[in-house]
């Protein structure tokens, strides 16, 4: 049974590769594709059948994860496209105040994550995500609706459907770049505050328990976010003001030589603790075997053991 037709010309980069890389997914579930290749007047007629009786009833699964892939394929190809020329086009129209050098990191970003995949998870990665499965929906509702599929023609005409999901995607990219770079200035300010403060403690140590509750304490194991919380009631902060930034603004006035943080994977808040890592840099360490780590382990298998007997008397109540 034909499950797709195919047809290019030169000017579409040679597909072979793509599809015999789809047949041996195939293979290697022991579906075998036939791939059968014309070429005529410089134009590609490539058809891929499934011939294998025994198949017959599970035909229309296979040609509907055969068209999956294949849409993956044009799609890399649409996105190619896109990548080397529309996005100047989009960025000078949309994005022109923006200087030449982030103009070629925003590219390399936007290549990374449309291509590669290849981007940290975050909010505005989550976003791009489902664009990009959008993209490949629609891509995939064009195959299913025709045996044979022009990708000439696709990439001139249809491609126009999904340029509002790249430029979306191509915004998501640029806030996350921008926010970044603001992050990281902000970063440099705080590096440039902390170098030039007097030494206040030889050694500060964050210790995070397992209900995510923070603890200061220096070398000799005294807490010290009292003396951190007094300057702060000293000064004009107004509003609500939580504990992470409370901590962050003490840990810069009052430098320490040395910061060390224990149990970070207690931590829910994983951007507090990259700050004081990127602020701090070679100050910061990271420990979960010592005796401070070991009381808070300690804590938690008490807690535990609380919530199990808690459990069992809800067993003996019902
Ligand atoms: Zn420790």
New binding site residues.
């Given amino acids: 049974m034909l499950l797709l037709t195919v047809i290019y010309d030169e000017n579409v980069k040679d597909l072979c590769e793509d599809i015999g890389e789809i047949k041996s997914i195939f293979e290697i579930k022991n579906i075998k594709l036939g791939i059968s290749e014309n070429i005529e007047n410089k134009n590609h007629f490539v058809k891929i059948f499934c011939n294998d009786q025994s198949l017959n009833d599970k035909i229309d699964d296979i040609k509907a994860s055969f068209n999956l892939y294949f849409a993956k394929v044009i799609y890399n190809l649409a996105i190619k496209e896109f990548c080397e020329g529309k996005v100047d086009e989009f960025l000078n129209d949309r994005y022109f105040f923006l200087k030449e050098k982030d103009v070629v990191l925003i590219k390399f970003f936007l290549e990374e994550f449309l291509i590669y995949d290849n981007l940290e998870m975050s909010s505005e990665i989550a976003f791009c995500i489902n664009k990009k499965n959008s993209i490949i929906k629609k891509i995939l509702k064009c195959i299913e609706e025709n045996e044979e599929i022009n990708i000439n023609g696709f990439l001139r005409f249809r491609t126009k459907e999904f340029q509002n999901e790249l430029g979306e995607i191509a915004d998501k990219i640029i806030e996350k770049y921008i926010r970044d770079k603001e992050y990281m200035e902000f970063i440099k300010l705080l590096r440039f505050f902390v170098e030039t403060q007097e030494i206040c403690y030889d050694e500060l ?1 964050l ?1 995070i328990d397992n209900k995510n509750n923070y603890k200061l304490k220096n070398k000799n194991g005294d807490d010290v976010i009292g003396d951190l919380l007094k300057d702060i009631e000293g000064s004009n902060y107004s509003g609500v003001v939580n504990m992470e930034d409370i901590i962050i603004s003490g840990l810069i006035t009052h430098v320490p030589k040395r910061i ?1 943080i ?2 970070a994977e207690n931590c829910y808040n994983k951007e507090f603790i990259d700050t004081i890592k990127d602020v701090f840099l070679e100050r910061a360490h990271f ?7 070991k009381e808070y382990i300690k804590d938690s298998k008490e807690v535990l053991k609380y919530n199990t007997s808690v459990d069992k008397q809800n067993h003996f109540l019902n």
């Avoid at 420990?287 to 780590?293: A, L, N, W």
């Fill in positions: 140590n210790i060390v224990h149990c420990c979960d075997g010592c005796s401070f780590c």
